[in-house]
């Protein structure tokens, strides 16, 4: 158990929908990371916030945004879904202020499937 | 833009050793992590190297060679649990991200 939690682990939704993820952090953790992990593909790096500032942005849609709360907590939302978004997607969260100096802590990951 | 390179598979024999490679193009690099991930569960850390050389933990060790821009992870006495995807990731400090390989699939065979 790393001591990063995601809820739900699995959702199912119809395409054109929209979904929030969550995560909560390690306590301590400042940083939080989220992953986009399809069938067959490694982990593609969506997002990075640091105590409720985005720190880095990599491949993410427009269709998606995420925030962090002042308790470090963290959603996803993904809006007008479609079947290519189905995937595992992974929250981590580190101590330190960029990303990766030190280890980063995945959580076990939300199972999207749009039909 | 950051280009990181590992082979898709590999296969092994239970109680031998295999060495897995990473090899990267990065500017502002700032270390480089082993994850190993077994099918359906999330990554698990295995290592970190930010300077030249030799790292050992374990049945697992893994080296760097920032100027080549080469890492390699080493298992030692595999078991059939090793059998799990490796990720190499590469810190970019710049980018303010971490960059993930597509990962190397190690099956341990009896």
């Known amino acids: 158990d790393s001591g990063v939690t995601q809820t739900p682990k699995h959702l199912i939704t119809a395409t054109g929908q929209r979904v929030t993820l969550r995560c909560s952090p390690r306590s301590g953790d400042l940083s939080v990371y989220w992953y986009q992990q399809s069938l067959d593909q490694g982990l593609q790096f969506l997002i990075h916030?640091?105590?409720?500032?985005?720190?880095a942005k990599g491949n993410i849609l427009e269709r998606f945004s995420a925030q962090q709360f002042p308790d470090l907590h963290s959603e996803l939302n993904l809006s007008s879904l479609e079947l290519g978004d189905s995937a595992l997607y992974f929250c981590a969260s580190s101590v330190a202020t960029r990303s990766g100096e030190n280890e980063q802590f995945f959580g076990p990951g939300t199972r999207l499937t749009v039909l | 833009g950051q280009n990181i390179d590992q082979p898709t598979e590999m296969t092994a024999t239970e109680g031998a050793i295999v060495q897995i490679n990473c090899t990267y193009q990065?500017?502002?690099?700032?270390?480089l992590f082993w994850y190993q991930q077994h099918a359906g569960e999330a990554p698990t850390f295995l290592s970190y190297?930010?300077?030249?050389g030799l790292e050992e933990k374990g049945r697992f060790s893994s080296f760097l060679s920032r100027s080549k821009g080469y890492s390699y992870l080493l298992l030692k006495e595999l078991q059939m649990k090793d059998s799990a995807s490796y990720l190499c990731a590469v810190l970019n400090t710049n980018a303010g991200k971490s960059t993930f390989g597509d990962g190397t699939t190690l099956t341990v065979k009896p």
């Open positions: 916030y640091y105590n409720g500032e985005e720190r």
């Open positions: 190297n930010v300077l030249d």
């Open positions: 990065t500017s502002g690099f700032n270390g």
